[in-house]
């Protein structure tokens, strides 16, 4: 249902993305891992073009984008393909003068014109499903990390996004509090969202991902079941940067 084809991204001269092909199914949950600077980020800002690649094919649902450095796609082509993403963030991005409703509601009213009162029954089943509607009414600075993310999860899935990209998700987070967030992303796989992370937290990408792709230096070392890649990968690079992850990983990960 996703598919990149040779995907390249150039930040300048520097080849950021060299040509990644990947191939997301409907309900699957892939987790990214990788260096910093390996592009992970990158990538998943190019599936739902916040980034613009210069070469190679993005396919997602019927929307196809071939691209090609001499012609930017139009804004109609970028939407058809946007509309079916949502977008969790490391630092989570809620909007500060609005309350945890009103967050969730936003883009339902504003962007997709939404009656506010249905937009309301949405954003109120979406903050129950993450356990947050005790806190509707208040503002984001006042919650905890945790709960700030499992807001922005609810905020990202308002739309009914055909994917759910998530780039570290629980990187800003405290053990504790990126636990009650993996709990959230965990349910959500079980539901069958279908899920791309960028992640250094192994527990997340063991517990949750079916797939995993180890990216270095723009380009896919290996990829393949999370259960393979963690515990027989293939290739010296992967194995030396996982045994980096187990290394700081908490004792209580399960695999
Ligand atoms: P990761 O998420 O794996 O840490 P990123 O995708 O953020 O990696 O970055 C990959 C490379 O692209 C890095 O070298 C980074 O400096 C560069 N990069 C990312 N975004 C930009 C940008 N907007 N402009 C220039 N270079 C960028
Ligand atoms: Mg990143």
Redesign the pocket.
């Known amino acids: 249902m996703i598919r990149l084809a040779q995907i390249e991204k150039r930040?300048?001269q520097?080849v950021?993305l060299k040509g990644i092909d990947l191939t997301i199914d409907e309900g699957s949950v892939t987790a990214l891992i990788?260096?910093?600077?390996?592009?992970?980020?990158?990538?998943l800002r190019c599936v739902n073009l916040l980034e613009i690649p210069q070469a190679g094919t993005l396919q997602l649902g019927t929307a196809q984008i071939d691209f090609d450095r001499h012609h930017t796609p139009s804004r109609q082509q970028i939407q058809a393909i946007r509309q079916q993403t949502g977008m969790v963030f490391q630092n989570f991005q809620l909007f500060p003068h609005l309350s945890v409703l009103a967050n969730v509601m936003e883009g339902l009213v504003t962007v997709l014109g939404w009656d506010p009162a249905r937009a309301k029954q949405r954003a109120g089943e979406l903050l129950e499903k993450v356990g947050m509607s005790h806190k509707a009414d208040v503002y984001p600075g006042t919650l905890s990390g945790g709960q700030q993310q499992r807001v922005a999860i609810a905020r990202a899935l308002a739309p009914a996004p055909k994917v759910l990209l998530c780039d570290e998700p629980t990187s800003a987070l405290d053990p504790e509090l990126a636990l009650e967030v993996v709990a959230v992303l965990k349910q959500l796989a079980t539901e069958g969202t279908t899920m791309l992370m960028?992640t250094h937290d192994l527990r997340l990408a063991a517990n949750i991902a079916r797939h995993v792709v180890f990216?270095e230096a723009g380009q896919i070392v290996e990829s393949g079941s999370s259960q393979a890649i963690f515990t027989q990968p293939q290739q010296p690079r992967t194995l030396a940067f996982i045994s980096t992850l187990t290394h700081k990983a908490p004792d209580n990960w399960e695999i």
Do not use: N, R
């Not at 260096?35 to 990158?42: H, L, Q, R």
């Open positions: 930040f300048g520097q950021v990788g260096p910093s600077g390996s592009g992970k980020s990158t990538l960028a990216l």
